[in-house]
């Protein structure tokens, strides 16, 4: 069996593995250490959940370390891209820990937060460089960074960065590159765009490969109500008060959407908190640590919020909405069942739902089981706590910071909101409702792998 040692890491970083008890590498990391180690360009079709930030990042340390210089001034040698806030902060701690013995500088860099600490934490120039598109963008028109000395490229995520509309950052960013680099691109799906965007990165490439959906989606028990949409929220009441649940992670397809449900569970005392692109940075950072530590056991969140999360023990997926789009189904239920736990999916299914339903079960070749409404539900229904008050729902996207301020968590999140940012470039932008409208239903009949056009460009 292939263990870390036989891949000739270095072995600062092989201490850092053994620190955190990784032994066996994942399949992805099995099949993209070695390519990368000797400097070849990747390909890598994963998501989150396969270890891939491993695969990346520790071939790329060993780099780094085989080869040590200083980073020039507002430089950096590796550059990572991400979609999301939250996975900048989760790659970049990743590589954090498997740097902790070496002296490798990692920085971080997103919007939503002053820029100025940015900008000096840049300043002397960094080892490894974990972005959103956005944010690096700013940074570079503000003269505060340079790309001409990355060494290694690495683009995370790109079928997210696609959806939410990154494409023209991304070509700008390719511009300002050297062209002397080693790149790794990942993306959890490879539809035509996205393979055009590879080309346009890599240099003869390596292609690795690994589709958890169907061994993700094996593994986790899926049920499947049929429900009045009007009726969701004394349904999620129920499976909140009967489930075992350990952590419940709950899916909307709307911003608001998942106020509402917060808010709901609120008036029938269940604490909860959302997480979405309305939220300041701060709720969001508090509501993820609050859900972690298991000080709240249920986070209502959407799916571009919620991608890239890793946080263990998820025990329940509720699907108060239906994805009208099957990977993202995919996405969300692999937020369960991870390292090899058990996990378990519920879908909440109104009557328009059960086409993308009927979708999801093609694409995923697997069916939902039946469970059935509560036999006291309609008594369920009527004495329905009320929900607590909120902003109006007029189903506009409530920029105005004012009215973020009384979200649905007023009163648990410690946290300030920060001074909203403008139009968003980085992290959440054309989500919800906006991103979800631009997407159209087409029923599909081919299997996962064949799965084209289910990614369509927003923004
Ligand atoms: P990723 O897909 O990179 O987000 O990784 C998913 C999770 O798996 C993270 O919590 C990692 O810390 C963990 N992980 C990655 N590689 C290994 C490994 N070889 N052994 C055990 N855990 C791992």
Redesign the pocket.
């Known amino acids: 069996m292939t263990t ?1 040692n036989d891949f000739g890491l270095h072995a600062d970083i092989n201490r850092a593995l053994a620190a ?7 399949p992805i ?1 099995m099949q993209a250490i070695p390519p990368l180690m000797k400097g070849r360009d990747l390909c890598g079709i ?10 990346f990042s520790l071939p790329s340390i060993h780099h780094l370390l085989t080869y040590p210089h200083r980073p020039t001034p507002r430089g950096c040698r590796m550059l990572v891209l991400a979609p999301t806030r939250e996975l900048a902060a ?1 790659i970049a701690q ?1 590589c954090r820990d498997y740097g902790r013995f070496t002296k490798l500088s990692v920085s971080t860099v997103f919007g939503g937060v002053p820029i100025n600490k940015q900008i000096r934490d840049l300043s002397g120039g960094v080892d490894i460089l974990v972005a959103t598109p956005g944010r690096l963008l700013d940074l570079i028109d503000q003269r505060a960074l340079r790309l001409d000395d990355v060494e290694i490229f690495v683009l995370d995520e790109a079928d997210q960065m696609m959806d939410m509309g990154f494409i023209h950052s991304l070509r700008r960013v390719a511009k300002l590159l050297p062209s002397r680099r080693q790149n790794l691109f990942f993306s959890a799906t490879m539809p035509k765009e996205i393979a055009h965007l590879a080309e346009q990165f890599l240099n003869d490439p390596v292609t690795v490969s690994v589709t958890p959906q169907a061994t993700t989606v094996e593994k986790i028990r899926q049920f499947a109500t049929f429900v009045e949409q009007k009726e969701k929220q004394a349904l999620l009441h129920s499976v909140v008060a009967t489930q075992d649940i350990d952590r419940a992670l709950i899916f909307t397809r709307t911003k608001h959407g998942a106020d509402r449900v917060v808010r709901h569970l609120a008036g029938a005392g269940i604490k909860a908190m959302a997480i979405h692109g309305n939220k300041s940075q701060s709720q969001r950072t508090h509501a993820l640590q609050a859900f972690r530590s298991g000080d709240i056991k249920l986070l209502v969140a959407t799916d571009i919020a919620a991608r ?1 999360i ?1 946080v ?1 023990g998820v025990s329940h997926v509720i699907n108060f909405e239906i994805p009208n789009v099957p990977e993202q189904y995919v996405h969300r239920i692999g937020r369960t069942a ?2 090899g736990a058990e996990g378990m999916a519920i879908s909440f299914i109104a009557p328009d739902e059960r086409p993308y339903m009927k979708d999801i079960e093609r694409v995923t070749r697997s069916k939902s089981e039946p469970m059935p409404l509560p036999e006291n539900f309609n008594e369920l229904v009527r004495n329905l706590p009320k929900p607590v008050a909120g902003p109006r729902d007029t189903g506009s996207q409530g920029r105005d910071p004012s009215r973020q301020r009384q979200d649905a968590n007023r009163g648990r999140n410690s946290g300030k909101p920060q001074g909203e940012r403008g139009p968003r470039r980085d992290g959440v932008a054309g989500e919800g409702a906006e991103g979800q409208r631009k997407r159209r239903f087409r029923p599909r009949n081919k299997s996962v792998g064949a799965h084209k056009g289910a990614v369509t460009r927003v923004g």
């Open positions: 870390f955190k008890d990784y032994t066996v590498p994942t990391q994963a998501q989150t959940g396969t270890g891939k930030t491993a695969g989760q990743s890239g890793d263990s991870r390292a």
